[in-house]
């Protein structure tokens, strides 16, 4: 699949101070570039209400992104309390 970062994402990811879920999240990055489907994420879930939009669970952090086809794009990376008050829009 091919990866999208929105900006806000890159902003949210520099907030971050913990190294390891830094790493975990380029791991997982990586790992998302080499799947096929999204049905083959792990911990991936969709959002109630909308039509593509979806959330990875990464221990207390949430991955908030949109599903268009064979692109994803990663819109928010926030602490589980605030994500679903930014996204989605």
Same mark, same amino acid.
């Given at each position: 699949?091919?990866?999208?970062?929105?900006?806000?994402? %890159?902003?949210? =990811?520099?907030?971050i $101070?913990?190294?390891?879920?830094?790493?975990?999240?380029v791991?997982? *990055? /990586?790992? #998302? @570039?080499?799947k096929?489907?999204?049905?083959?994420?792990?911990?991936?879930?969709?959002?109630?209400?909308?039509?593509? %939009?979806?959330? =990875?669970?990464?221990? $207390?952090?949430?991955?908030?992104?949109?599903?268009?086809?064979?692109? *994803? /794009?990663? #819109? @928010?990376?926030?602490h589980?309390?605030?994500?679903?008050?930014?996204?989605p829009?």
């Open positions: 699949m091919k990866v999208l970062i929105d900006k806000s994402f %890159a902003k949210d =990811i520099e907030s $101070d913990n190294k390891k879920v830094l790493h975990a999240l791991e997982l *990055i /990586e790992k #998302i @570039r080499k096929e489907q999204i049905s083959q994420i792990h911990n991936c879930k969709k959002l109630k209400g909308t039509k593509n %939009a979806y959330r =990875i669970r990464l221990g $207390d952090y949430r991955i908030g992104f949109v599903f268009n086809g064979q692109d *994803i /794009e990663f #819109i @928010r990376f926030l589980r309390k605030d994500i679903y008050n930014y996204f829009d």
